[in-house]
């Protein structure tokens, strides 16, 4: 597998960023979507560059086959620590690179691919979003969510870096929170890479407005407030299913079913 890129960053990314709110928020607004179309559990899920299991492992606390591929092996450590016990025989961690997911997983097809947070980091879409459709069963799911190419001034005008922001306009990189750079996509570019691969796009979503735009503006939020974490992820979720809200959204949620 090479250098463990993410080596470094485990414990910043399994148990910083996603124990703040935006984090809580984004699990609990992409779980919520998922829901609408998945089929019912025992189905087999499948998540590609599913790191620490975040977003994955409440599915197998619903009663879902789970199995987790990534490239890090310091995030399936953090994986591993974190599986349910009462969900631990329906979790399987897989150590291999997303560009190769058909071979990892021995041609099997799943009910459900997920890839959240992954693309950005790829310097192309195409040959990840090729093996997530191969990977996918007929009549199964395809969840992709990466960065929204249409909102990217949205950060640097927050943090009031006016000529980062004019530049961002016609930009697709970044540097993204955790100092990594990263890039974005459009819901049409990767529509179409679905149909490539036989996969018909259902809907797309936004993930997190409100407690992006906060952060980014110096407001912080406090994660152990729990009845204003559940108020903030039900604004958000309804914001994800509505334009504009959607479309200003830094991040979106493409899902399409294999044909």
């Not at 890090?72 to 969900?87: G, N």
């Not at 961002?168 to 490539?196: K, Q, Y």
Request: glycine letters at 8%; proline letters at 5%.
């Amino acid at each position: 597998m090479g250098e463990d890129a993410w080596a470094g960053l485990a414990d910043q990314f399994a148990e910083g960023a996603y124990a703040s709110v935006k984090g809580r928020v984004r699990t609990y607004v992409l779980h919520r979507q998922l829901l609408e179309h998945l089929p019912p559990p025992p189905a087999k899920v499948l998540d590609v560059g599913g790191g620490a299991g975040h977003q994955s492992f409440p599915l197998a606390r619903a009663g879902y086959e789970v199995t987790v591929l990534d490239p890090s092996r310091a995030m399936l450590d953090k994986a591993e620590q974190r599986i349910p016990a009462e969900a631990r025989d329906r979790v399987a961690l897989l150590h291999a690179d997303g560009a190769r997911a058909v071979d990892a997983v021995d041609g099997a097809r799943f009910d459900a691919v997920l890839c959240h947070g992954v693309l950005g980091y790829l310097d192309r879409p195409e040959p990840l979003v090729e093996q997530l459709c191969r990977c996918a069963d007929t009549g199964g799911l395809v969840s992709i969510m990466t960065a929204n190419a249409a909102a990217m001034a949205v950060r640097p005008a927050m943090e009031q870096r006016w000529e980062d922001a004019l530049a961002a306009f016609d930009s697709r990189t970044e540097i993204g929170v955790l100092g990594v750079p990263g890039r974005a996509d459009t819901v049409d570019e990767l529509s179409e890479l679905l149909r490539a691969g036989d996969v018909e796009p259902l809907r797309w979503y936004g993930v997190w407005l409100f407690v992006d735009w906060l952060e980014f503006s110096g407001t912080e939020l406090d994660p152990d407030d729990e009845q204003r974490v559940a108020a903030t992820a039900a604004a958000e979720l309804e914001a994800s299913r509505r334009d504009p809200y959607r479309g200003l959204s830094r991040v979106f949620h493409l899902v399409g079913r294999k044909n």
